[in-house]
């Protein structure tokens, strides 16, 4: 597969708390970084996102007394998740995998950083109405195809997916350059919504 100037990787949340021994550990998430840095290699255009909570954050478990993490409350925006605390601004889980090759990033997108909303796409918060700023640089910088890679398949990746669709872009998701955190049936129904979007399905041996 040839990829072209009008193509951009967006690489989701390969951060420290979601690797093995982080706070939110994805199983084998650090699997991800040699195949990301493998393809984004043939990428002129590379966006990172970064998943950025305040310390407070509404979506954190310990925030909520009484509360597990992995359960969830009822919020004015819906249901959401809560999540054991992970990537809270400035500590090392809210960093970068440390073999991710950042460098080859054009823009670095955080997402998460008001209290009383998570976000899991890329392109706009679990309200599905507050936006991250990214739909209007890939609209402004005229690029067509969005391939997703990251972490988690089936929260951010899946949400980024999803919204950029709906937005309008192709858009293929690169499997083996994914890892998901599967709660509830949570990998099956991403498959699912997947098909029903005309959202692609890639390997990474076709990119390289
Ligand atoms: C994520 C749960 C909470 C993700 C982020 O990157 O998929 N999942 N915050
Ligand atoms: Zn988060």
Known sequence: MQISDRDVLLVIDVQNDFCTGGA???PGGEKVVPAINRIAANFTNVVLTQDWHPGDHVSFAPNHAGKQPFR?????????????????????????????????????????????IDSYSALFENDHRTPT???????????KTVFVAGLALDFCVRFSAEDARKAGFEV??????????DLDGSVVA????????GISIVSLEALL
């Open 172 to 181: 293929a998701v690169i499997e083996d350059a994914c890892r998901g955190i």
């Open 72 to 116: 969830t409350i009822e919020l004015d925006y819906g249901t959401q998740v809560l999540w054991p605390s992970h990537c809270v601004q400035g500590t090392v889980g809210a960093e970068f995998h440390g073999e991710l090759e950042i460098s080859r990033a054009n823009l670095v997108v955080r997402k998460g950083f008001r209290r009383g």
């Open 190 to 197: 991403t498959h699912r919504s997947f098909r029903e979007r």
């Open 24 to 26: 939110l550990a994805v």
């Open 133 to 143: 700023g990214l739909l209007g640089y890939l609209r402004e910088r005229e690029l």
